[in-house]
């Protein structure tokens, strides 16, 4: 068991996400940078399915209660155990009564634990992914107790550790599609959109991220269809606003942009007031 | 069956976004459900799931698409492969909605605004059939076509940060209820008493796509002995089966 003595910015267990109960208006969620969370499992020999803690900018303070293999991936929250300093992408073994607790970040903005066997926390509609309304928490919060499958297994790949391109957190670049009805912004709107520089605003989250620069805006909305995390709507007020995991599944301002899937990832690790432009590769 | 003119892109690596005419209507959404049922029933092994709205159809991949072409190539084939599924069975619901005001906040406005008297808007928003088209924007939240077009009304300029769990509301040409409590932009007209999505995993709405829905006026009393009911769990909706 893994006991949360202080929460960090924001802390929440996700998986690969929910599928197949979109018909419900239930959105897909799922870790945000897929690719950190995939190496964080990889190194400990999990499934790619297993639920993980995913920590956004400032990190938790976790006891474990038990012995346990560990490893954490994508942002680098200068992760101490028992105020030594850990490695990131590595296997750590943790003993009984060990504390975690993270520090200056140096890089990248999400965080990823994860712990053998992944979490035993509530699994609702096929996905340990936290959510708003639909499971009973919509974060960590300080007294958790988060269970896990107990056993340790130290002997096994006991010194795996992933190399890992650190290029994936500083990507000046977001690589894109034209989105369905990118055709209808003017010659001069769609070089505008390629060629601005943007910058994330503090509006950003799970949900959507938010951009500081305003385009002109001479779309009509559409009727409402359907969206998917990496979509960019463009709002009447000339706002982009770029989907996350957590979006809605349908949405009626036009999408002009898709993000490809691992420059979501890329996204995912840029934070508040960080720059990028949007390249377009279709 | 009318063949409708559907256009296919590419929507991400991993989906294709099938569009039929950009309307609203009913004659649409049953061929958007007819296809999508067979889509389903097909068995394309790559296929993780096939979502719907008013228009369109998004067919997600389990991988990404090598070409665009081909898997277009077989949708289309799909398409006109379809059959009519006979015996289809949809629900009608009874919603108990009360248009009190003290649920209905922006009742006097939109009856100043439309020039109608607040019971003329509750007996035009309750005496119609609504066909649910989808459920997305929020975990519950349906779709509704078939709004009175005297009832048209724009969106509030800013929206309400927090609004009470099963308000009815009217947003431009659509009406829906909020099923839980949520921002909200569309103006508030009463509240539902009912749930319009349960931690039931295997059926958290009752309502789908295709089914109709009737708004039942009812009194504050009625709505506050149908809450505890439904709180209790002893509350069964109102319903008949129809067949499509």
């Known amino acids: 068991m893994v006991e949360v003595l202080k929460t960090g910015l924001y802390d929440t267990i996700q998986d690969i996400g929910r599928f197949g109960v979109q018909k419900y208006g239930i959105p897909f969620s799922g870790v945000m940078d897929l690719q950190s969370a995939t190496i964080s499992n990889t190194v400990l020999g999990n499934s790619i399915s297993d639920s993980i803690l995913e920590i956004t900018m400032t990190g938790p303070k976790l006891l474990f209660h038990c012995d346990i293999e560990i490893a954490l991936a994508g942002a680098d929250l200068s992760p101490k155990i028992n105020s030594k300093t850990i490695k990131m992408n590595t296997r750590i073994h943790v003993t009984k009564n060990d504390i975690l607790t993270f520090g200056k970040r140096n890089y990248g903005s999400r965080a990823y634990l994860a712990v053998k066997g992944g979490f035993q926390t509530e699994y609702y509609m096929n996905s340990y992914s936290m959510y708003g309304t639909l499971t009973k928490q919509s974060k960590l919060i300080k007294g958790d107790q988060l269970l896990i499958s107990e056993v340790s297994d130290a002997y096994e790949n006991i010194n795996a550790s992933i190399k890992i391109d650190k290029t994936h957190f500083n990507v000046s670049e977001i690589k894109v599609f034209k989105g369905m009805e990118f055709n209808c912004l003017s010659k001069i709107e769609q070089n505008t959109l390629l060629s601005t520089k943007f910058t994330i605003s503090k509006d950003s989250n799970r949900m959507a991220y938010h951009v500081n620069e305003t385009l002109e805006n001479t779309i009509e909305p559409i009727i409402t269809s359907l969206v998917l995390p990496g979509t960019v709507q463009l709002t009447p007020s000339g706002k982009l606003m770029i989907l996350m995991r957590d979006c809605q599944t349908t949405g009626g301002y036009p999408r002009i942009l898709q993000v490809s899937e691992a420059a979501i990832n890329h996204l995912s690790q840029k934070g508040f007031g960080e720059k990028f432009r949007l390249k377009c590769i279709d | ?244």
């Not at chain 2, 799909?78 to 015996?87: D, E, I, P, W």
């Not at chain 2, 100043?112 to 459920?135: P, Q």
């Not at chain 2, 569309?186 to 999505?197: D, K, V």
């Open chain 2, 1 to 244: 069956m009318k063949d409708f003119e559907l256009t296919y892109h590419r929507f991400s690596e991993r989906s294709i976004l099938v569009q039929w005419p950009h309307r609203i209507s009913k004659n649409i959404l049953n061929d958007v459900l007819i296809f999508k049922n067979h889509l389903l029933k097909s068995n394309i092994k790559q296929v993780l799931q096939v979502n719907n709205a008013y228009n369109s159809i998004l067919v997600i991949y389990k991988c990404t698409i090598d070409v665009v072409y081909d898997e277009v190539f077989a949708l289309k084939a799909l398409y006109f492969s379809r059959a009519n599924a006979k015996n289809h069975v949809f629900r009608l619901w009874r919603i108990p909605v009360c248009y009190d005001d003290k649920f209905g906040i922006d009742l006097d406005e939109m009856s100043i605004e439309m020039k109608l008297s607040k019971s003329e808007i509750i007996k035009r928003h309750s005496e119609v059939f609504y066909t649910v088209f989808f459920i997305g924007f929020l975990p519950g939240f349906l779709y509704l076509g078939g709004l009175d077009k005297q009832l048209f009304f724009p969106r509030k300029k800013s929206p309400r940060l927090q609004i009470e769990k099963g308000a009815v509301a009217i947003g431009n040409q659509q009406t829906g209820i909020y099923p839980n409590v949520s921002p909200a932009g569309w103006n508030i007209i009463g509240n539902s008493p009912l749930e319009f999505f349960n931690n039931e995993p295997n059926l958290p709405c009752f309502a789908k796509a295709g089914d109709t829905i009737q708004f039942i006026p009812v009194s504050i009393e009625v709505h506050n002995e149908i809450l505890k009911a439904v709180q209790n769990g002893t509350y069964s909706i109102e319903s008949e089966v129809v067949y499509g």
